[in-house]
């Protein structure tokens, strides 16, 4: 079993649609959890963390974790053509930072 | 202020010759890590750096592979020996401070195409 899983999708969504991206992780020692959005030939960018159970808001985008469940996700709202890209769910454990990343989800939205 | 600046951007080179990637943290950022990412696959852990110090050195994948961060700042990785099975994108990342809600901001990346 992978320690950080996600689908690979491709998750194609209409513009306008909510993506629903998911991840689930082994470690349950796990304190952090977060989402980058990577483009093509780009390097990843953060765009959400979150450390407590329950949801995190930050503009179209919600991150939920369930720690119970090991389970965290990242909603989109009104998705857009520019939010097409990999989305990668990372997990940090209980020192110093490292991070472990799932393969990604790759999220197509079509107009 | 700038990012993590990474160079050379792209690197091709022949089997068998050693190569060195160079990573500049963003300034006041102790705590720099090195991933790989291999074709359509997520990032694999190197080794993480704490100040000059290397606590965790787990990720690198042989001998080959070794890396040093002087000053507290700039970081290299050293592949010597490259084999064909080396050619990925080679990211690097810092972060303030130690601890594991820390987020870590990634440079551009070098990507290195072993011939």
């Known amino acids: 079993q992978k320690e950080v899983e996600q689908n690979s999708g491709p998750l194609s969504v209409p513009e306008g649609a909510i993506a629903s991206l998911n991840c689930t992780y082994s470690?349950?020692?796990?304190?952090?959890f977060f989402w980058y959005r990577q483009y093509s030939g780009k390097s990843p960018e953060l765009i959400m963390f979150?450390?407590?159970?329950g949801d995190k808001e930050d503009g179209r985008f919600t991150a939920q974790l369930n720690k119970a469940s090991q389970y965290v996700s990242l909603l989109i709202r009104d998705s857009q053509p520019s939010d097409s890209a990999t989305y990668l769910c990372?997990?940090?454990?209980?020192?110093?930072?490292?991070?472990?990343f799932g393969q990604g989800t790759i999220l197509t939205v079509h107009p | 202020g700038a990012g993590v600046s990474q160079s050379p951007s792209n690197k091709v080179t022949e089997k068998g010759k050693d190569v060195e990637l160079r990573c500049d943290p963003i300034?006041?950022?102790?705590?720099l890590y090195w991933y790989r990412q291999s074709l359509g696959q997520g990032l694999e852990f190197l080794i993480y750096?704490?100040?000059?110090?290397?606590?965790?050195k787990s990720g690198l994948p042989s001998d080959r592979f070794s890396a040093e961060r002087t000053g507290g700042s700039v970081s290299t990785l050293t592949i010597q020996r490259t084999q064909q099975e080396d050619s990925a994108v080679y990211l690097c990342?810092?972060?303030?401070?130690?601890?594991?809600?820390?987020?870590?901001?990634f440079g551009p990346g070098t990507r290195l195409l072993v011939l």
């Open positions: 990372a997990v940090g454990g209980t020192s110093y930072g490292k991070l472990t």
């Open positions: 300034s006041g950022h102790t705590a």
């Open positions: 979150i450390y407590s159970n």
């Open positions: 750096f704490q100040g000059n110090s290397a606590p965790d």
């Open positions: 470690d349950r020692g796990s304190q952090s």
């Open positions: 990342a810092s972060s303030s401070a130690v601890g594991a809600a820390k987020t870590q901001y």
